[in-house]
């Protein structure tokens, strides 16, 4: 049997990662809830004004270790730093300064269904900063609706929206505060192509008109090859592929080659065979009459 190639070869030790090497780092970063590993001494650089595409299967660890960046979630073991300061040791006063410097749009938008998109937009300016000029602020929230193609939607309520509006609003309220990170959740889950697509390209425009890092977290290949300056692959909790869009294409591990063209793997196979054959079945229709269990 040829030999598997080296899972833990693609994941860097804290000492060939310092603090200066990227806008954010972490180092042997760990996680667990209880006794599940979900993170296992990850050590990684985000080089500031790329977009960073992170992908792999569900429950693998993408939206946790996306969270402890901004340390919503502080790591078991393990450092994490923000422009070589480090981070997850702050206490909350301390993060909410540094949250600041940070967009974030959630999976699914998090909109606050009883505000309108103007205040929704507003919501994080009134709580980091003492802004109270009307006028400067109705300027600012026709400049970010403006950047995601929705100036005059600000008297709307996400109820009012489409999917692929509520997405912009949430983008828009996410460089609300001019970020120099955006991290971004399943940016384009629950959309069909097009509207999809329209999220690629404000992710592109962000990074080309603003400036701004992107770490993106997705299950959308098509749009892991379009907006990624490099593409990091998560498994079992580790970083197991590390490259541009076309090394990720051709890597030569059977885990990312299953995973980037959405082959299910043969014990998933061997499972729904069984499931083809009356004798092993567990249950009969009889089961779920109101007498109880039928005659077999």
Known sequence: MPKQPDIRS??????????????????????????????????????????????????????VLLKHLIVLLRPTAGRVFFKGQRIDDLDERGLQQVRTHFGFLFQGGALFDSMTVAENILFPVLKHTNETDGHKLRVLVKEKLAMVGLD????????????????????????ALNPEVILYDEPTTGLDPVRADVINELILKFRTELGVTSVVVTHDMNSAYKVADRILVLHNGRIIADGTAEQIKTHPHPFVQQFINGRADQEDLAVLRLGLRPDLSQFYPSDFEPNGPGQH
């Open 152 to 175: 005059g939607f600000q008297d709307y309520y996400p109820a009012n929206l489409s999917g692929g509006q509520r997405k912009r609003v949430a983008l828009a309220r996410a460089i």
């Open 10 to 63: 693609t994941n860097p030790t804290a000492n060939q990662v310092q603090p200066s090497d990227g806008i954010i780092v972490v180092q042997d970063l760990t996680k667990r809830f209880g006794n599940a590993i979900v993170l296992d001494r990850i050590s990684l650089a985000i080089a500031p004004g790329k977009t960073t595409v992170i992908i792999g299967p569900s429950g693998c660890g993408k939206t």
